[in-house]
């Protein structure tokens, strides 16, 4: 079965850090483009970061030089390190995979079920 | 960054209607456009990519079409199910993708 399941989120204080993970099955990690999004306490989809089959990396100008996108292809799982987290990072963060051809590349057609996190003092 | 503009927010809809729900691109994304429907608690799914091609498993009687900067969802005739919140995303601009705000399909 094709999956994905987060882990890792939490109760941080501001300025703290966090580490998020995304295990997947039935699918090759590497092979595919990996990003995280992100959806705040009842508000909408934000893309946060992607990893590319060939290891490139983006942001999204709210979380870079913050957030660190990464994988590793031994456990087929992703991961984003979160540092110096504010009240705004507070969301759930899914991971999400979109395929690396076809007319859905760029899409999302597999998703986590997400993990929460919730920056508080 | 590619704005992506739904409308309306939130539509009411009787079982059995049809329900259009529009998504505004602020340039042109060409057809490189997905839907999504989210429930209460639960992770986004894909509906819709390509702009009108049906991803795996989803019924008929959900449709997309529209090129450049409009686009529609088309629901032809609402199920309980498909009560809602639907998110367009623009994946044109790599790898800046944008969604929509969403629009809210409540029974009415």
């Known amino acids: 079965e094709v999956q994905l399941v987060e882990s890792g989120g939490g109760l941080v204080q501001p300025g703290g850090s966090l580490r998020l993970s995304c295990a997947a099955s039935g699918f090759t990690v590497s092979s595919n483009y990996m990003s995280w999004v992100r959806q705040a306490p009842g508000k909408g989809l934000e893309w946060v970061s992607v990893i590319y089959s060939g290891g490139s990396t983006y942001y999204a100008d709210s979380v870079k030089g913050r957030f660190t996108i990464s994988r590793d292809n031994s456990k087929n799982t992703l991961y984003l390190q979160m540092n110096s987290l504010r009240a705004e990072d507070t969301a759930v963060y899914y991971c999400?995979?979109?395929?690396?051809?076809?007319?859905?590349?760029?899409?999302?057609?597999?998703w986590g079920q997400g993990t929460m996190v919730t920056v508080s003092s | 960054e590619i704005v992506m503009t739904q409308s309306p927010a939130t539509l009411s809809v009787s079982p059995g209607e049809r329900a259009t729900l529009s998504c505004r691109a602020s340039q042109s994304v060409s057809s490189n456009l997905a839907w999504y429907q989210q429930k209460p608690g639960q992770a986004p799914r894909l509906l819709i990519y390509g702009a009108s091609t049906r991803a795996t498993g989803i019924p008929a009687r959900f449709s997309g079409s529209g090129s450049g900067t409009e686009f529609t969802l088309t629901i032809s005739s609402l199920q309980s199910e498909d009560f809602a919140v639907y998110y367009c995303q623009q994946y044109n601009n790599w790898p800046r993708w944008t969604f929509g705000q969403g629009t809210k399909v409540e029974i009415k």
């Open positions: 999400a995979r979109s395929p690396l051809v076809g007319a859905a590349s760029g899409a999302f057609d597999i």
